[in-house]
């Protein structure tokens, strides 16, 4: 997926493009092991960092919370989300799901390819 991120240089907005995110696989998350699942980081501005997610056909990403806000769209892909009382909800691109800190949830049950966009926002 082609990614631009757009600096303020000389008081000029410049482009920086990324024809191919760099994924790196990402074997667990807090100590939960993850399926099939890789990351990248885009960028980090004080108080925030932006990530892209892909999680393969049949993988899992592990039940998990943060303690910043999380807004994560659905970029493509299909599956289900998965809360801490066993709800279940179907996703299907283009989603948006945001997470306010503390909310556990999972990715499971993969159909199709997904990427998420990710945007973590820590709190004061």
């Given at each position: 997926?082609?990614?631009?991120?757009?600096?303020?240089?000389?008081?000029?907005?410049?482009?920086?493009?990324?024809?191919?995110?760099?994924?790196?696989?990402?074997?667990?998350?807090?100590?939960?092991?993850?399926?099939?699942?890789?990351?990248?980081?885009?960028?980090?501005?004080?108080?925030?960092?932006?990530?892209?997610?892909?999680?393969?056909?049949?993988?899992?990403?592990a039940?998990?919370?943060?303690?910043?806000?999380?807004?994560?769209?659905?970029?493509?892909?299909?599956?289900?989300?998965?809360?801490?009382?066993?709800?279940?909800?179907?996703?299907?691109a283009?989603?948006?799901?945001?997470?306010?800190?503390?909310?556990?949830?999972?990715?499971?049950?993969?159909?199709?390819?997904?990427?998420?966009?990710?945007?973590?926002?820590?709190?004061?």
């Amino acid at each position: 997926m082609r990614t631009t991120i757009f600096s303020l240089r000389d008081g000029k907005a410049v482009p920086e493009v990324s024809e191919k995110p760099s994924w790196q696989p990402l074997g667990d998350y807090d100590g939960k092991p993850l399926q099939r699942v890789h990351m990248t980081s885009l960028k980090e501005v004080t108080h925030a960092e932006m990530q892209l997610v892909s999680i393969a056909a049949g993988g899992h990403f592990a039940m998990h919370a943060s303690p910043d806000v999380a807004f994560c769209q659905i970029v493509r892909g299909r599956g289900r989300l998965g809360l801490e009382d066993g709800t279940e909800l179907p996703y299907e691109a283009p989603e948006l799901y945001i997470f306010l800190p503390g909310t556990l949830h999972d990715w499971h049950a993969i159909e199709e390819d997904t990427v998420l966009s990710v945007c973590l926002v820590q709190q004061d």
